[in-house]
């Protein structure tokens, strides 16, 4: 008989499980951004983002003695986002060494000292291919990636078209109606709550509306669904309370739509929440629960 | 009845209690020998009154202590002191224990009762409880006469009667309040009167309709239902803990540290109502209880009458065993304790023995901490579970104070929920006691 601590009982959603989930519910999005884009233009840079930064993960954790986590899921959510928020057509060897360096370098560096990652690794990367691979990258823009003003094509997308994600985008982010049906999952499950995503999506609106624009537009085009939905609430690198949650949401979707509106950078949402990630150790000491029965906070304990 | 609306993110556990909720409770036969620890209650350990050879009957005292802090304890069969020694205690270690060997005659003792119990003074009718060896039936076992007499000068304006069972599989306390509706009624209002309270409010989960109903039968029958209350709570398992309790009742905390009594309060659980009631009209002491037997390994699931210091081995030969059982639990799942040695006796805050199986207690090894917060969500206290954690292993120096680690009462919820299945609550625990080693 085993004679171990309380409780004796343990609720059946582990981590295996939650990361699969996720990623299920990342699937209508990213399946329909390869019928959309076409599987020539997509199915190479999705492999080779995935597979450079699975293997760039496995490897700095077997270096810095981790715990190698490549395998229970958790890595798999973070690189499929990675992704999906590629512009299609984008040179495989560059998706390829972008995952790596990304991930390579936030395991290595940027962790905690029990190897929970600081910055969200596919943001990173998306940051990192935009500037590092310029050329290509811009040169894609010109194209109409991710752009908020669709060019070049005519006449603009109705608002139908948006939503359904008839437009041009990264891989995954251009579905609004999935995305919504994934994340919708998601707090169905109890696997995330509500607040990152209403606190970002509030964020965009107030933005766009402060900047005289039209907030439906600036919803329905970028990243603000996927960023809203699936990437904010990664949970290692947001913060832990609800008031911490909702500042975390709001500040990072303003900083977002304002980079996305005022220049071209078309990676806009991804240099937000990298600049949000860094705010989140902060955000959790300062931003804690009150303790039952007392008129303090609850925090880091060391003395 | 009014609802109480739930205010925190809990989690809905899996209730587990089909399989014995319906079943009315059951006496278990008495075993040939009982061993009766002299400690089953907060405080001081009793000294034996019996020696070897002694006979007894059920409810002659057999240990009694001059402290305040204790509770008298009883024999709870008739026979003979076989040995006056230790017994190994389900709270882990041993204890001194009277060891009483069964003649089966069930002869009970001359019961003493209080003269003219309704024109009885409070001090008479503490004196009665703690006669009876009354202590807390649930929880940690605080004696009652104690916790009735709260330090001069607090105001007492709530009872609550504690008939929250959120623990899984556990059905003892609802069994008691529907089959004795009357006599937790009857508890309540001498508690009312020991403490000088104007009011009580019956705590009992929405779902388990009966309950309230028959409680607010007996209150009709008693001509009491218009200083006692029957209020449905949220089927929420930390809303019957006695921090969170008082809060969504009252509105008022009870200070880190301190006592209900500090915020106006005294609070019992729904078997220590009754076993009040029993002492004062009965002078009856606390000799048996009804238990919840239940988990995957137990054949005859339900709720049983047993005498205190009938062995776990005795009570799972009587409902039946099958197949593989990968622990035994006194009390609940959530706060309950594994047990090594099955000759462990039944004592007064026994609330069930649970015999689980290994798919049903799903312990998996721990994985990386995702800091997905969900142990932060679901704390009712306001904790930061995984920052204790992270500190405590790290073996930073912790300070009670800025720790807030006495303020959990390991209630096991984050530990529930965790997806990384990290066993805060021992980390917890681990940590407390480093504390405690440090001040002594
Ligand atoms: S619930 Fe577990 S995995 Fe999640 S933050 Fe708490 S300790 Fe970490
Ligand atoms: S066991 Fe302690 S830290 Fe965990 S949820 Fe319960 S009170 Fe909070």
């Known amino acids: 008989m085993i004679v171990s601590a309380s409780p004796h009982v343990r609720r059946s959603l582990g981590k295996k499980r939650v990361m699969w989930e996720v990623i299920a519910s990342l699937l209508p999005a990213a399946i329909f951004g390869v019928w959309y ?4 233009a997509t199915l190479p840079q999705l492999s080779a983002s995935i597979g450079g930064a699975v293997i760039a993960q496995g490897f700095v954790e077997r270096l810095r003695h981790h715990p190698v986590t490549v395998m229970d899921g958790a890595p798999w959510v973070t690189v499929v986002i990675l992704g ?3 512009p299609p057509g984008l040179n495989p060897l560059i998706a390829l060494a972008g995952g790596a360096i990304a991930t390579g370098v ?19 990367a998306r940051v990192l291919i935009v500037s590092e691979f310029l050329v290509p990258a811009t040169t894609f823009t010109v194209d109409g990636v991710s752009t908020a003003t669709p060019l070049a094509s005519g006449s603009p997308p109705s608002y139908l078209d948006l939503f359904l994600g008839m437009r041009i985008g990264s891989i995954g982010e251009t579905t609004a109606v999935l995305l919504l049906v994934g994340g919708g999952y998601l707090l169905w499950r109890g696997i995330i709550r509500w607040h990152l995503p209403v606190a970002y999506l509030v964020g965009v609106v107030a933005t766009s509306l402060l900047l005289g624009r039209d907030p439906f537009f600036d919803l329905l085009t ?26 975390f949401g709001f500040a990072t979707a303003t900083i977002a739509t304002f980079i996305r509106i005022t220049t071209l950078f078309p990676t806009g949402e991804a240099l937000a929440v990298v600049m949000g990630n860094f705010a989140t150790p902060f955000i959790d000491r300062v931003v804690t629960n009150r303790v039952y029965g007392t008129r303090r906070r609850a925090g880091r304990a060391s003395a | 009845m009014k609802l109480v609306r739930r205010h925190r993110n809990v989690p809905a556990l899996e209730a587990r209690k089909e399989a014995t909720a319906g079943a009315a409770t059951e006496p278990l036969s008495a075993p040939d020998v009982v061993a009766i620890p002299l400690r089953q209650h907060i405080g001081e350990t009793c000294e034996p009154t019996v020696r070897a050879g002694d006979r007894v009957r059920i409810g002659d005292l057999i240990g009694e202590s001059p402290a305040v802090v204790s509770a008298n304890v009883h024999a709870s069969v008739s026979g003979r002191v076989r040995d006056v020694g230790a017994c190994p205690h389900p709270l882990g270690g041993d204890i001194g224990a009277v060891v009483i060997e069964n003649d089966g005659n069930d002869e009970w003792t001359d019961l003493y009762v209080v003269p003219d119990p309704e024109g009885a003074g409070s001090d008479a009718l503490r004196a ?11 929880g940690a076992g605080f004696p009652a006469a104690v916790k009735l007499d709260p330090p001069a000068g607090s105001v007492i304006d709530t009872v609550i009667i504690n008939a929250m069972e959120g623990e899984p599989y556990l059905s003892a306390d609802h069994r008691t309040a529907l089959e004795h509706a009357d006599a937790v009624v009857d ?3 001498w508690i009312m009167r020991i403490v000088g309270a104007p009011y009580t409010v019956i705590a009992v989960e929405s779902d388990k309709t009966d309950a309230a109903t028959a409680l607010e039968r007996a209150a009709e029958a008693a001509g009491v239902s218009s200083v006692l209350e029957v209020r449905l709570m949220p089927r929420d398992y930390a809303a019957g803990a006695e921090k969170i309790l008082v809060q969504s009742i009252l509105g008022r905390e009870i200070p880190g540290g301190g006592f209900p009594h500090d915020v106006g309060v005294v609070s019992q659980n729904v078997s220590t109502a009754v076993a009040i009631s029993q002492a004062i009209r009965l002078g009856r002491p606390l000799t048996e209880r009804v238990i919840t037997v239940a988990g995957e390994g137990v054949q005859r699931p339900g709720n049983y009458l047993v005498r205190i210091g009938t062995s776990f081995d005795h009570v799972l030969e009587q409902v039946g065993t099958i197949g593989d059982i990968d622990r035994v639990i006194m009390g609940g799942p959530m706060m309950g304790i594994a047990q090594g040695d099955l000759s462990v006796p039944v004592i007064k805050p026994t609330t069930g023995i649970l015999a689980l199986s290994s798919t049903e207690s799903r312990r998996v090894p721990e994985v990386a901490c995702i800091h997905c917060a969900w142990c932060v969500e679901v704390c009712p206290i306001g904790l930061m579970p995984f920052f204790l954690v992270d500190v405590i292993r790290s073996g930073e120096p912790l300070t009670a104070e800025a720790s807030h680690l006495f303020d959990c009462f390991e209630c096991g919820l984050c530990d529930y929920v965790c997806p990384s299945n990290i066993p805060l609550v021992e980390v917890i625990r681990s940590g407390k006691s480093t504390i405690s080693e440090s001040r002594r």
């Open chain 1, 106 to 124: 936030v395991k290595a560096f940027i962790t905690t000292s029990t190897g929970r990652s600081l910055l969200n690794p596919a943001m990173v």
């Open chain 1, 37 to 40: 884009f076409g599987p020539a």
């Open chain 2, 128 to 138: 009665a409880i703690r006669r009876a060896g009354v202590s807390g039936m649930a």
């Open chain 2, 187 to 189: 508890g309540a209002r």
């Open chain 1, 84 to 86: 999906m928020s590629l």
């Open chain 1, 222 to 247: 970028g990243a603000s669904i996927l960023t809203a939905f699936f990437i904010i609430t990664d949970p290692t690198t947001s913060p832990a309370t609800v008031p911490g949650r909702v500042g």
